[in-house]
């Protein structure tokens, strides 16, 4: 079975601080994708990154990095000079087979992330 | 394009009613899904289509039934509808059902079953 843990429930962090958020899978598929989705106050769900098992980077897009490995299961998020628009609960989400040739996402419990002013 | 767009918003049901949430999106995905988020938790799969006519259910189909007739429109029916159907709905499309492809999300539907 899949499964997907964000062990921090919430954190705060005072703007411009960098914040990491941790996520951590389990899967038997050798071929696997990751995602973060950010949910604002607003509620709609907004895609961010996503990596995947064969290309173990860390990449970097603006003022959001990741940090993949498969080594310990672990594809951590970076908000780099954090804003009070950060603000927002965030998933991590697994990609896995669903059947019929189709694909579902396994999502965490989510990290909330308050940024002080 | 408006995405993925959900009616109603918010809606208040007693036990035992039914109601059907709706679910349109205009990029021509093939796949919607069906999602329910409960507080402090993450999302749970539904149901979900791979192409009109076709559906299959997810992780917690239990008390929902869904159609696809159309491309556009995955409605989500809720039967007989309990305090444990308390939640709020996401919908979802993506272009295609292989495991790279991003899924974007409709706002959402706050229900509450009393």
């Known amino acids: 079975a899949q499964k997907v843990t964000q062990a921090q429930t919430e954190i705060s962090v005072v703007e411009k601080e960098d914040v990491t958020l941790d996520c951590v899978y389990e899967?038997?598929?050798?071929?696997?994708?990751l995602f973060w989705y950010k949910q604002p106050p607003s509620g709609e769900l907004v895609f961010l990154i996503r990596?995947?098992?064969?290309?173990?980077q860390n990449e970097i897009s603006g003022r959001y990095s990741w940090n993949f490995q498969k080594s310990t299961s672990s594809f951590n998020f970076t908000i780099t000079a954090s804003q009070v628009v950060d603000s927002a609960v965030y998933f991590c989400?697994?990609?896995?087979?669903?059947?019929?040739?189709?694909?579902?996402?396994?999502f965490g419990k989510g990290t909330k992330l308050s940024v002080i002013p | 394009n408006a995405g993925v767009t959900q009616t109603p918003k918010f809606r208040i049901l007693k036990i035992g009613q039914s109601m059907t949430l709706q679910c349109a999106q205009d990029?021509?995905?093939?796949?919607m899904y069906w999602y329910r988020q409960d507080p402090g938790m993450g999302l749970k799969l539904i149901y979900y289509?791979?192409?009109?006519?076709?559906?299959d259910k997810g992780e917690v189909p239990n008390g929902y039934n869904v159609s696809r007739s159309t491309t556009e429109d995955f409605p989500l029916r809720l039967e007989l509808a309990a305090p444990s159907q308390t939640s709020v709905y996401f919908c979802?499309?993506?272009?295609?059902?292989?495991?790279?492809?991003?899924?974007?999300f409709g706002p959402g539907t706050r229900l509450t079953v009393l």
């Open positions: 979802a499309s993506s272009y295609s059902g292989v495991n790279y492809n991003e899924q974007f």
């Open positions: 899967t038997r598929d050798t071929t696997y994708y």
């Open positions: 990596g995947n098992s064969f290309d173990e």
């Open positions: 989400a697994l990609s896995e087979p669903s059947g019929a040739g189709s694909y579902q996402l396994t």
């Open positions: 990029m021509n995905h093939n796949y």
């Open positions: 289509s791979v192409g009109a006519g076709i559906t």
